[in-house]
């Protein structure tokens, strides 16, 4: 295993529907679903909302499992994120999505 790149931490800009945004720092092997979490609870605090209602979305995509790690999601640190409503994120327009 390469500790260096299991330590690794990376810096995330997480956004919210309303145009909020909040720094979070999230290692690099985690599954998206850390992110999700921890976004949610820095842009809305404790107790926040459900995150199985929620989608993490990069570049206009949806991140689809949560379960792979931010690496193979192609997040990268430094990058910034959205966190929508499903009922926003997914819509009734088609989605794209990102897959490992």
Known sequence: ???QTSTQRYQITVIGQEGDQAQIEVNAN???EVLL???LHELYGQPG???A???V??????I???TQTLAAAGISSGASVSILPKSISRGW???STIRS
């Open 1 to 3: 295993m390469d500790t």
């Open 93 to 95: 327009w088609r989605w």
């Open 53 to 55: 209602s929620y989608d």
């Open 64 to 66: 689809d499992p949560l």
């Open 37 to 39: 979490r921890q976004g």
């Open 57 to 62: 979305v990069l570049a206009g995509k949806v």
């Open 30 to 32: 985690e599954p998206c």
């Open 49 to 51: 909302p459900d995150p």
